[in-house]
């Protein structure tokens, strides 16, 4: 308290100033961090495995596939959002074809994601609160942890989680943090609601659980009259032509996206996600009190008499809308997107401040304690993203970086592990296994073959450089293939010549890389009648010959 009374002024000054000069000292500081940022990621490539979930190789797959001219949805089937593919073909254009394609891509992510930030809330909080939301997005970006685990869990797993928080809080924060009220309303309120429009086409290729949720944000914004009608049409404008934009140059059917996504949804089941719905309340409904002491505070001090309950609302469906993506994803825990939240509390309490008779001490005291909670639900997720990219450093600098022989010898050089980390165990298993199925190509593989990979994810074609068979899957996962929904089976084996499956029948991890389950189990009878051949078995895989009957024409 001493020190509030006694540097008052100083304190409420660099929580709240919005002065050019300030903003353009946020500016200097963000484009430095992104540059550092940059720099170590493309310095130290890709990150250091240490993890259990192999799913980083599906995206590899996937911009593989783009890379030799196969298109998502048209020629394989996909059950979550493109986006993640394509950031992994755009590492792969620009040189990279192991897991520094993912990093690379993603650098390119973080810049773009850290400087919109930074032009959007320019024009709608302090340069502080400008500077930190900007980097706590550019972060969640592009680190390489998986949310909800701990910050040496470093895998690009569920990435399209990290992008879809991103862009929904960029979203949420057009929508939500109006503009200052000093500012004339001219052509920028017109390019925000075309970047509202842009976000949320972004999110429809991310995953289709935040696609939805954007779309009810931008329904509340409408109903709580935050956008004028044309602010509502040209989102909406915007997000069409993103949209068409997007199937033009990717050359994607929005016929057959819009099949993928169905086939998915009838996949998922809603008895099966209500278990991890009830534990994230659980975990997370303690949270929602102190939301609400911000939508308290800033009811109590209103200028003008208004009613209390809009901003309780605000921040509560932002909170119920984090939980249900939470569970509907699996993950663990961890809930950035609550951070927008509180940006909005602090933000509203900020401005009340301005126009407040109280003492100066106590106008401190109000942003501080704004600022404090925005903090609390902000550097979690921050702290933990800057620890993983120092552990990554770490790692890197004292060379414990290990790959397999065998892995050495292909594309996917960089598909390391650390040597000395905490899941060693699990992660050396999983590189032994992927090696087993590279020398097994190796003995087998032809011009002439034309391989289709049906198990969790297949880092093989990449690694091998193998032209992958038009048809087959990215990912084979109970998520998107149940015997109740899944694509036609003549479409998944497509024009392949040979087909690879994981042998063993227990889960991946204790298995090593095989599905768990065989792929008879979503197709029964229909998988028997291809007469598949056997032309290897190794411990963990099954090579098979596909009948010139059973192959498809593309």
Known sequence: MYVLRQYHERINGFICSDTRKAFAAAWVLLAVALALLGAVFFWMGAPPMNGEHPDTPMFLDGGWRILNGQVPHKDFYVYWGEFPLYVAWLGMKLGHHGVGAITCGNVFVMAAVGLAAMTILRRRTSAFYAFLFSLFLALLAVAPRPLGEHHD?????????????????????????????????????????????????????????????????????????????????????????????ALILTGIPFSSLWGDYRIMMAAQSFGKRLPFLAKQIAKGILFLPVLWLLAWEISKKQNEPQPAWPHFLLLTVIFGSELCL?????????????????????????????????????????????????????????????????????????????????????????????????????????METVDEGIQLLRRRASPQMRLAVFMWSDPLHVALGLPPAKGGVVGWSWTGITARSHPPLKRLVGNA????????????????????????????????ALHLEVVERTPHFTLWKVPEDQRQQF
Not at 212 to 220: E, I, P, R, S
Not at 407 to 420: A, E, G, H, M
Not at 498 to 519: M, P, Q
Request: glycine share 10%; proline share 3%.
């Open 153 to 245: 869990f470093t895998l690009y797993d569920m990435i399209y989680n990290r992008y879809g928080e991103t862009f929904l809080a960029l979203l949420g924060v057009v929508l939500f943090l109006p503009p200052e009220p000093a500012l004339k309303k001219n052509w920028a309120d017109g390019v925000e609601a075309g970047f509202a429009g842009c976000c949320l086409g972004l999110l429809f290729f991310c995953k289709l659980n935040y696609f939805a949720v954007g779309t009810g944000f931008f329904a509340l914004a409408c109903l709580r009259g935050r956008f004028t009608a044309k602010q509502v049409f040209l989102g909406l404008l915007s997000a069409a032509v993103f949209l068409k934009l």
């Open 497 to 528: 010549t040979h087909i690879l499956t994981g042998f063993s029948r227990g889960d991946y991890i204790d298995a090593g890389y095989g599905l768990g389950w065989e792929c008879r189990a979503p197709y029964g009878a229909e998988w028997d």
């Open 326 to 430: 939470v569970a509907t994803n699996s993950q663990i825990g961890e809930w950035p997107l609550v951070a927008l939240a509180a940006l909005y509390g602090a933000e509203i309490i900020r401005r009340q401040t301005r126009h407040m008779a109280e003492e100066g001490f106590f106008i401190t005291v109000r942003n501080s304690g704004a600022a404090l909670l925005l903090l609390f639900f902000l550097l979690p997720t921050l702290a933990t993203d800057l620890k993983t990219i120092r552990y990554c450093i770490r790692v890197t600098v004292q060379g414990h970086r290990f790959t397999s022989e065998t892995l050495r010898s292909t594309r996917l050089n960089d598909f390391c592990i650390d040597s000395d980390g905490t899941r060693t165990l699990v992660a050396t298993k999983f």
